[in-house]
């Protein structure tokens, strides 16, 4: 064994991560393209449609996004009229994130889409279940 096995690029298990979870956004695209969202924000409308409303800190934890990504984000789907944001009357540090109307209606447009994308996957139920359960774990939280 080459002392420089370790540093082969099919030897990492961070690769293949990378590499399926561009493949995995790039099928979501097209999709996401007819409603008008990136992937990024199409995850963030999938928590809100969930929850309706949310702490912005919150929402950036459920997503493992920074304040740095979150915001510009959220600044662009409050401008497509989606959201709305507004500094808590208790503590000004803390902005919350509320569907609007038009957002709370996006949804219905959106709501084929996981059943689109799990076409695209060439996985069995089985198999999507063991890697769901899996990536999960690699994320510190059991599924």
Known sequence: MDKYDALK??????FPLYAGA??????????????DLTYTQYIT???LWEYGQMNVKELGNRL??????LTPLLKKLESKGMVM??????DERNMTVTLTEKGM???????SIPEKIGGCVNLTPEEMSV???LLYKVLGKEM
């Open 131 to 133: 890697l769901y359960r």
């Open 45 to 47: 409308m999938m928590v």
């Open 9 to 14: 690029i099919e030897n990492q298990l961070c």
């Open 105 to 111: 209606q996006l949804r219905e447009e959106a709501v």
């Open 22 to 35: 561009k493949e995995m956004i790039k099928k979501y695209k097209p999709y996401l393209d007819q409603i």
């Open 64 to 69: 493992y996004l920074d304040s740095g990504t």
């Open 85 to 90: 944001r507004k500094r808590s009357d208790i």
